[in-house]
C-alpha cells in the first residue's frame, strides 16, 4: 500500500491550495481517508475526513474553509483549502483505514496507512 500527498506549497493569508492523495495497492472506495496535520512542536492533529460513504467530518478550525473530496475512479482524496491562515502551517498527512469506525477518525494511531507528508506554508 502506498499513499501519495502532494500539493504543498507556500501561499499568502487569504489565498487557497489543494493537496491530493494518490493510493495505491488497496480497495480505495471501501476507505475512509483522512487528512492530518502536523505542525513544528505540535501534535499531529484531525483535519478533515471522508467515509467510504462519502460522509465528511472536519475539525472545528477548518469548517467552512476546507473541503475533503475523493474521486474512487481515480484512488484520490483531496483538500481544498481556501482563505487559509498563519495558524494552517504545517505538513499535511493523508491516512487510510478500512476498519477505523467514526468515533475514532480524529485519532493518528488508528489509521494503518499513511502518506509522506506535504508542507504548507501560509505567510502573514
Known amino acids: 500500500v502506498q499513499l501519495q500527498a502532494y500539493g504543498g506549497g507556500l501561499v499568502q493569508a487569504g489565498g487557497s491550495l489543494r493537496l491530493s492523495c494518490a493510493a495505491s495497492g488497496l480497495s480505495f472506495s471501501r476507505y475512509t481517508m483522512t487528512w492530518f496535520r502536523q505542525a513544528p512542536g505540535k501534535e499531529r492533529e484531525f483535519v478533515a475526513s471522508?467515509?467510504?460513504?462519502?460522509?465528511?467530518h472536519y475539525a472545528d478550525s477548518v469548517k467552512g474553509r476546507f473541503t475533503i473530496s475523493r474521486d474512487n475512479a481515480k484512488n484520490t482524496v483531496y483538500l481544498q483549502m481556501n482563505n487559509l491562515k498563519p495558524e494552517d502551517t504545517a505538513v499535511y498527512y493523508c491516512?487510510?483505514?478500512?476498519?477505523?469506525?467514526?468515533?475514532?477518525?480524529?485519532?493518528?494511531?488508528?489509521?494503518?496507512?499513511w502518506g509522506q507528508g506535504t508542507l504548507v506554508t501560509v505567510s502573514s
Open positions: 491516512a487510510g483505514d478500512r476498519e477505523i469506525i467514526l468515533s475514532s477518525i480524529n485519532l493518528p494511531e488508528q489509521y494503518d496507512y
Open positions: 471522508i467515509r467510504w460513504t462519502r460522509s465528511t
